[in-house]
């Protein structure tokens, strides 16, 4: 595995990177965002995408967060929307309103249910039922690039992986231009996912998203309601650690490293990263797949 680690083979400058970041919810946590976007955004990404909360809960903090990327950085954002808790006609203004300040990528999604993740979901009346019809909706008031999401191990409410794979591909046949997967610790998960969806002809890039585990006991809370396996070695990486952060931050590293570099060993050139609003790690994977950060931070650490 240690040969893995060979510059030479991953710094070839054919890595897409793109980044996803939730809206700060209080002063310190925008402070703590916008640190993250000024050290991540000289790698270039391909584009940063900001979450829309549960149940439309941000919709205003998803605006400011999106609106203030275009307003100081030459970063692309694109911003996440959800069909939960609004009529067709407040989505759209939504998206209007993103298009008249210059975003052109939308994520949509359907969202969890209003009662959460398990409860049962029901459209909002005189919402957007699927989001099939929001991908649609978004391609009739613009010209819109539109993510939506994929599944490796299924949506935990999808009776099967076919099913999933069907919904997968009504988002397509409605016009979606990319799936970002939720995020895996298998890296063998995602290979099987991507050949089903190919042999159901499907033929979007399906991009993986990476969650670097920078705190394992909050990782598996988030598996466990996103349908994710957290596999044994993985627990056993980390076993013990839960108070020395130091130790933690070097596993963590090398675990994520390890998946990302067997990604590109096996073909794969575009990664999505669950950054959860803190660069360090990102910033440390990024470097070793290659990725150097360009124009003025470039400049001032070569001055
Ligand atoms: P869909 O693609 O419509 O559904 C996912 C799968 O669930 C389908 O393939 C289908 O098989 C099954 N399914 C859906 N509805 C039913 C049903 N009624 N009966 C049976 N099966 C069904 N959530 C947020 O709130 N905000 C975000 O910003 C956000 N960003 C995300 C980004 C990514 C990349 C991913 C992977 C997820 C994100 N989510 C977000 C979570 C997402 O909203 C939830 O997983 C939600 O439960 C499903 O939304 P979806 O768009 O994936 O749904």
């Known amino acids: 595995m240690l040969s893995a680690f060979r510059p030479s083979r991953h710094g070839s400058g054919r890595i897409r990177v793109s980044f996803e970041f939730f809206p700060p919810k209080t002063p310190d946590m925008e402070v703590t965002l ?10 270039s990404p391909s584009f940063v995408s900001v979450t829309y ?4 809960s941000t919709r205003e903090r998803t605006h400011n967060t999106v609106a203030r990327i275009l ?7 694109a911003a996440h929307l959800t069909c939960v808790a609004a009529t067709r006609e407040e989505v759209d203004e939504v998206v209007r309103a993103y298009w008249e ?11 969890d249910p209003v009662g ?5 979901y029901e459209p909002h009346p005189g919402g957007y039922v699927q989001v099939c019809d929001l991908v ?8 819109f690039e539109v993510s939506v999401s994929a599944y490796p191990e299924k949506h935990p409410e999808a009776a099967s992986l076919d099913a999933d794979i069907d919904a997968l591909k009504a988002k397509v046949d409605c016009g979606a231009d990319r799936a970002i997967t939720q995020f895996f610790f298998d890296n063998d998960l995602y290979f099987r996912y991507v050949d089903r969806v190919r042999a159901r002809g499907i033929t979007i890039p399906i991009v993986p998203g990476i969650l670097p585990v920078q705190n394992f006991r909050q990782a598996a809370n988030f598996a466990a309601r996103a349908g994710a396996s957290v596999p044994e070695w993985l627990a056993a990486r980390f076993e ?26 096996r073909g794969v050139s575009d990664f999505h990263f669950y950054t959860m609003n803190r660069a360090d790690l990102v910033y440390a994977i990024c470097h070793l797949l290659g990725l150097r950060p360009q124009g003025a931070a470039a400049e001032r650490a070569a001055a």
């Open 240 to 265: 013990g650690l839960d108070e020395d952060i130091e130790t933690r931050r070097l596993i963590a590293a090398a675990v994520a490293a390890e998946q990302v570099i067997d990604l590109v060993d």
């Open 101 to 111: 300040i210059g975003v052109r990528h939308i994520v949509a999604l359907r969202g």
């Open 53 to 56: 909360g549960a149940g439309g």
């Open 71 to 77: 307003r100081e950085t030459s970063l692309k954002p």
């Open 136 to 143: 649609k909706g978004i391609k009739a008031i613009g010209d």
């Open 34 to 43: 916008w640190k993250s976007i000024e050290r991540l955004a000289p790698l």
């Open 116 to 120: 959460g993740v398990g409860a049962r």
